[in-house]
Nanobody, 121 residues
Framework: QAQLVESGGGLVQPGGSLRLSCAAS????????MGWYRQAPGKQRELVAA???????NYADSVKGRFTVSADNAKNTVYLQINSLKPEDTAVYYC???????????????WGQGTQVTVSA
């Protein structure tokens, strides 16, 4: 069974930086895309950054210029470099990947366990 393991969250001051990591492991034949979502208390989960296996990226307008998503395809790992953190960035950040486990099998969404990012003075 495929799984995603996240790390890198924590408590930081406004203007600080964090680097989140998400590694996919287990039964993996192909990964179409990996991305990062976040969910603040009482709010809808939202996509903040994503990257395809071909290297195309997209970002939410609220994080553009501050967040950078990158991937190491050989390691099935995606990273999110977060700079100039703001209090409104506080949320649980979830890694997501579309994974095909078997030849000609379907792609399914897999989610990491979530990592808490808290931005507070």
């Amino acid at each position: 069974q495929a799984q995603l393991v996240e790390s890198g969250g924590g408590l930081v001051q406004p203007g600080g930086s964090l680097r989140l990591s998400c590694a996919a492991s287990g039964s993996i034949r192909r990964v179409n895309a990996m991305g990062w979502y976040r969910q603040a208390p009482g709010k809808q989960r939202e996509l903040v950054a994503a990257i395809t296996s071909g290297g195309s990226t997209n970002y939410a307008d609220s994080v553009k210029g501050r967040f950078t998503v990158s991937a190491d395809n050989a390691k099935n790992t995606v990273y999110l470099q977060i700079n100039s953190l703001k209090p409104e960035d506080t949320a649980v950040y979830y890694c997501n990947a579309q994974i095909q486990e078997n030849y000609k099998g379907a792609f399914y969404d897999y989610w990491g366990q979530g990592t808490q990012v808290t931005v507070s003075a």
